[in-house]
């Protein structure tokens, strides 16, 4: 008898010490003889630096150190793909995040009134906040040139990479097709607000040599290794100890407080505390990638679609983060989930002075999404076809190629989400007042799951039953909110038929614990989740050969239930506890290690692969809005979900992702915007960066749609991207069949949609 926890809906098994407020976040670690940091950053986001004087801020009673780079000019340069960030910048500033100083003090006060005491000289320079002008041949280098250019008639040294996506013949495409649409969609910088802003605590053991880290992270492994690098450390040396994290978003695969804690606990020998200021954060932290897309699509008088010509330009800000995957997965996404047989792409990762852009839900697929579903209604409404209707017609099938070349054979139910979708949502109601509006609004998307692309993607989990009877799971996976600590509970449960309470997860860190990858790319419950399970098939064979030989019995007339090895026929039987501990006496513990380590194809020259994914999720939302026609105002009423996961482990918090990332999608597409003005934050608090709250969002219903994945544990895929990626798309074509204007510039806000309504009655004329 199994025991049922795969596809239960289970409570969150970090729930309890989160909503009692046990858990321990990395703000609330205090050790003794504590230095708490802080750091200087630049005001001016792109100058040389002349001279940096902190001889006053030395002076100050309670100051401990102060350091500059020319203090740490030993250390090396950091990032996530290419290493171009300085801990200390020396010679000039990029953007206003940019750190100058480190000052340890022994308070936060006695450390910021330090940081107000130090005076730079700058000699400022041109700033690049247009990715447009940063690409022209004449503009100032952010960064030196390479001795190798990809950016060939551009700026060599602020193109950072150019991507080429290219399938079928597309000048036929385009003539063989009876109309050509053109358009262009641009999207914003964004900021993920997690609740928890970044923060930590180091020790430095001097005898050692090691170092201590409590402080959140995506990747623990990764971050552990670039840490190492740029210290000149050894991975082993750096420890990571993942406390209870408030939200990532993607902004946690880059490092943050980690190398001004850890440089400043190795020069000070005593334990170090940083908390960033939510100003702070929102300045020298990861943004969303603003995105600009050029489409030119050939369509015959059916519907088919003939040619799509993509020209994508993303502005990845002073460094290069995780940019240039970003964009061109944007790129590789940027026709949906629909058949064209002839593509031609290109897209371009460009530096300017703006906050660097990274990681953030969707990974480029977001930004992407709002382009081409907004493309897509407005070929449909073009043409005169029902949008749903239209999508059916060149929506992916079972057999179907991807625009870089991918064949889908397994678990490909777009039409299916489509359908479930509309039927669930109905049709529009009646506005609640005569100036007011209301439209209805969908779309589709498709998200790759895990790294891709041929990129080395693996999970390893290691299991052992303890002495008390319990499964202890050992993964670094990181639970940023997600959930995959429950799912791999589940799992494990499932496969041992045990009670979902005997399974006990331990703290993750990086040296204790094998290399989980990133919580990131939605690739969690696959690749955790797989090794899980095959750990789990791994020590249940383990566990009925120890017991037979305990048992004098064979393996098919044992099973093992809530704890105990049962022999059929009979009274006897064994606890777990009992033979772990006979086990570890005959020095053969009941342990056992799984790892899923699928293979992807790199995507040659022209973007092209047979297998560059391990499997799509797909999911389509139909949203319902009311927009007031004096105001500009949108208020989202209803939202009806279809994802297609393959499989649901954990139904609940399948819907607590597609409830959260619909918030997100909202935020996109109604009223989020980190403003730059040459370079500089316009914006970087709460009071004038928008979000959504509770008021705003509205009723959300998910209806679950499982096609039964081929490489997913049980059957599942992922959801926790593809959650927000139809969101914002939706609400745009809804607003346009509301109001019969078109946003083509995020976010939606009122003062764009009255613009637009306004140039309407005019004629055209703004």
Known sequence: ?????????VDRVDARTKVTGAAKYPADFYFEDM????????????????????EKARALEGVELIITGEDVDWLKKFGLIF????????????????????????????????????????EELEVLGDPLRAMEADAPYIHEPPAESCA???????????????????????????YIFENQYTTSHIEHVALQPESGVAVYDQDTGKLRLWAATQWLHDAQADIAQCMGMSPEQVEIIQPAIGGAFGKREDLSVHLPL?????????????????????????????????????VKKDGTLTAWQTELISDTGAYASSGPAVVHQGLYVSTGPYNVENVRGVCYTVYTNNTYSGAMRGFGATQSAFAYESHIDYIAKELGLDPAQFRLKNCFRPGSVTANGQKLTTSVAVAETIETARERFGSKGTPSSPRKRRGMGMATIMFGCGYGEGFPDHSIVNLEVTEEGRIRVKSAAADVGQGVKTVVAQIVAEVLNLPLDLIELAEADSVTMKNAGSTSATRQTIFTGNAAKIAAEQLLAKIFHRASMELCRHHPELSVKDGEIILHGTDRQMTLADLAKVARVKQDPLAAEGCFFPHTDVPDEQGQGELVYVAYTFNTQFVEVEVDTETGQVDVLRVVAAPDIGKAINPMGVEGQSEGGTAM???????????????????????????????????????IVESGDACGPYGAKGIGEPAMIPTAPAIINAIEDAVGVRITDLPATPEKILAALAKTKNGGEA
């Open 262 to 298: 850890a440089v400043m606990a190795k020069l000070t020998g005593r334990p170090v505390k940083m908390v960033m200021t939510r100003g702070e954060s929102m300045i020298a932290q990861s943004k969303r990638h603003p995105a600009i897309y050029r489409f030119k699509t050939g």
């Open 1 to 9: 008898m199994r025991a049922g926890y795969v596809g239960k809906a």
């Open 152 to 178: 060939h008639q551009y700026n060599p040294a602020n193109v950072l990479c150019v991507h080429h996506l290219n399938k079928g013949d597309v000048d036929k495409g385009f003539a063989e097709a009876d």
């Open 35 to 54: 230095l708490h940091i802080k750091v200087l950053r630049a005001p001016h986001p792109h100058a040389r630096i002349k001279k940096i004087d902190v």
């Open 665 to 703: 999608g909202m935020g996109m597409a109604l009223m989020e915007q980190q403003v730059f003005k040459d370079g500089i934050t316009v914006n970087p608090d709460l009071g004038t960066y928008l979000i959504p709250t509770t008021m705003d969002v509205p009723d959300i219903e998910t209806i």
């Open 83 to 122: 290493k171009d960030q300085e801990v200390l910048v020396r010679e000039k500033t990029r953007y206003m995040g940019d750190a100058l100083a480190i000052v340890a003090a022994d308070s936060e006060r006695t450390a910021r009134r330090a940081l107000r005491l130090i005076q730079v000289d700058y």
